[in-house]
């Protein structure tokens, strides 16, 4: 398969645990947040956002917390299944999608 | 199925020669997008359109050009110019230019030999 990055920041989990991926955004004006998966060789996939007036929001399984103090942004996903090996990035933008910022990815391994 | 195409998934060139990479949408999305991938790096924006006839350079233009002569259409041309062009390119769109969410085709992975 495609190789997304080869010196990324890896999490491993077992499966059936809950897994907390952590991103630190770098612009306090940014307004938006979003969360990508992407599986190898493939193009990524939306998962959740968040607008800077939340704190936190939950979907099914994913819930993403804000943190503006600090500039924290972390995915929790629950109960984690072997689906959802792939790299996950964060990007952050300040009024409008040509200025989204991604993250450099963290790689999810689930151990079964 | 409303997506993203992006055409060929695999190419191989050698150096000196350009190509044009395929994104074609169906989504009626007025923006669309091109970024680089490479390994341990994130998504860098090259170009990206709000309206047909209307692109402008991103983080990383040059070397890399673009036409959107139709909205569904965006083709992105890697000239000689471009001095590591070996990468995973990935096409993307949204609704309009200030809409956070981005969808992504699958991508197109260049080799220049």
């Known amino acids: 398969g495609e190789s997304v990055g080869l010196h990324l920041p890896t999490l491993s989990v077992q499966e059936g645990d809950n897994s907390i991926i952590n991103c630190a955004y770098s612009?306090?004006?940014?307004?938006?947040f979003i969360w990508y998966k992407q599986e190898s060789g493939k193009g990524p996939q939306f998962i959740i956002d968040?607008?800077?007036?939340?704190d936190k929001r939950q979907g099914q399984r994913v819930t993403v917390l804000l943190n503006k103090t600090v500039k924290h942004l972390s995915l929790q996903i629950a109960a984690t299944q072997p689906g959802d090996s792939a790299v996950y990035f964060c990007?952050?933008?300040?009024?409008?999608?040509?200025?989204?910022?991604f993250g450099q990815g963290t790689r999810l391994t689930i151990n079964p | 199925d409303g997506g993203i195409t992006q055409s060929p998934k695999y190419l191989f060139r050698k150096e000196g020669q350009n190509v044009t990479l395929s994104c074609e949408q169906n989504?009626?999305?007025?923006?669309m997008y091109w970024y680089r991938q490479d390994p341990g790096q994130g998504l860098r924006l090259i170009y990206y359109?709000?309206?047909?006839?209307?692109?402008q350079k991103g983080d990383i233009a040059e070397g890399y050009s673009v036409s959107r002569e139709k909205k569904e259409s965006f083709p992105l041309t890697v000239t000689s110019a471009q001095k590591n062009p070996t990468a995973f390119y990935l096409c993307?769109?949204?609704?309009?230019?200030?809409?956070?969410?981005?969808?992504f085709g699958e991508g197109s992975r260049l080799t220049v030999l």
């Open positions: 968040i607008r800077s007036n939340m």
């Open positions: 612009n306090s004006a940014s307004d938006y």
């Open positions: 993307a769109s949204s609704i309009v230019i200030t809409a956070g969410e981005l969808f």
């Open positions: 989504l009626n999305h007025d923006a």
């Open positions: 990007a952050e933008s300040f009024q409008g999608a040509q200025k989204l910022v």
């Open positions: 359109s709000q309206i047909v006839n209307d692109f």
